[in-house]
């Protein structure tokens, strides 16, 4: 059964950190590109950031460059997400998905991340 699993969110104070992880099983993991998304509350989903096969990093999302870090360990089957310098804009339900190099997608639950102080 193929599944992707988010954990790590919480909440946090502005300014602070998180460290969020999605783990793949039933799936040749590295055959995956991996990108993180979120969803606030009335607004659409929007991609963060993708790492590729080959590692590539592309942080789609401007608001995030400098403060956000995707990296993947093959080794584990998981992909991560660094989020620091956390903002209230930030809080949303941060999700993984992975495509196939046909493009098949599969989607984590999500997890969810609220940044208040």
């Known amino acids: 059964q193929v599944q992707f699993v988010e954990s790590g969110g919480g909440v946090v104070q502005p300014g602070g950190s998180l460290r969020l992880s999605c783990a793949a099983s039933?799936?040749?993991?590295?055959?995956?590109?991996m990108s993180w998304y979120r969803q606030a509350p009335g607004k659409e989903r929007e991609l963060i950031a993708t790492?590729?096969?080959?590692?590539?990093?592309?942080i789609a999302e401007d608001s995030v460059k400098g403060r956000f870090t995707i990296s993947r360990d093959n080794a584990k089957n998981t992909v991560y997400l660094q989020m620091n310098s956390l903002k209230p804009e930030d809080t949303a339900v941060y999700y993984c998905?992975?495509?196939?190099?046909?493009?098949?997608?599969?989607w984590g639950q999500g997890t969810q991340v609220t940044v208040s102080s």
């Open positions: 790492i590729t096969r080959a590692g590539l990093i592309i």
């Open positions: 998905k992975a495509r196939s190099y046909v493009g098949d997608d599969y």
């Open positions: 039933g799936v040749t993991f590295s055959s995956y590109a």
